[in-house]
């Protein structure tokens, strides 16, 4: 048990019980518990097989290769369309982790040996990102910020992606792009 985990269900004030049981559960199936991205992870020979997460109307079990997992009965929710691997499972109340610890433990075990046995999720390669009619144009005017964009890590491209698709209007796209022009110039993230 890690203490980092403790001291943070200790300040929580939501889903306590919840991630309580959750704890045990994934505890009781031999992983290493760790605290990252301010949440309890836990990990097998250094690659992390499940997260607990608190949200305002529930709390999940995110696997971080979900998308690998069988799930006949379509238990395991996508938070978004653009998360390509990992996958949850909410709950509102204790008494459905309760009712659930067979099946929580049985995705656990599956996303162990999934892990054990090296498997990937293929993800969508930057080439694949639907990148807004306005950002296209701009990348055809500008050849220089088309060469940075394509220098940038996947993980940059995707979120500035998600950054300018995010906007609704045309002229809040517009303007995040123009906003971002001399980031990605300086081969920059969105949060560098």
């Not at 949440?39 to 499940?50: A, F, Q, R, T």
């Not at 220089?144 to 995707?158: D, E, H, I, N």
């Amino acid at each position: 048990m890690n203490p980092k985990v403790d001291l943070f269900l200790n300040s929580e004030k939501d889903w306590v019980p919840e991630m309580r049981a959750l704890r045990q559960i994934a505890l009781a199936c031999g992983m290493q518990e760790d605290f990252k991205w301010y949440k309890p992870c836990y990990s097998l020979n250094g690659s992390n097989i499940v997260l607990i997460h608190g949200f305002k109307d529930y709390c999940a079990l995110l696997f971080h290769k979900g998308a690998l997992l069988k799930d006949p009965s379509g238990i395991l929710v996508q938070q978004t369309e653009n998360v390509q691997a990992a996958r949850q499972i909410r709950f509102t109340k204790l008494a459905q982790i309760i009712e659930m610890k067979p099946i929580i433990e049985s995705f656990i075990e599956q996303a162990i040996a999934n892990e054990k046995a090296g498997l990937k999720v293929e993800m969508r390669k930057p080439s694949e990102l639907q990148l807004p009619d306005e950002f296209v144009t701009k990348l055809d005017e500008l050849p220089k910020l088309k060469a940075a964009f394509q220098a940038l890590t996947p993980g940059r491209q995707k979120a500035y992606q998600l950054f300018f698709t995010g906007a609704k209007q045309s002229k809040t796209r517009v303007a995040r792009i123009e906003k971002s022009i001399p980031y990605i110039l300086a081969r920059k993230g969105l949060n560098d």
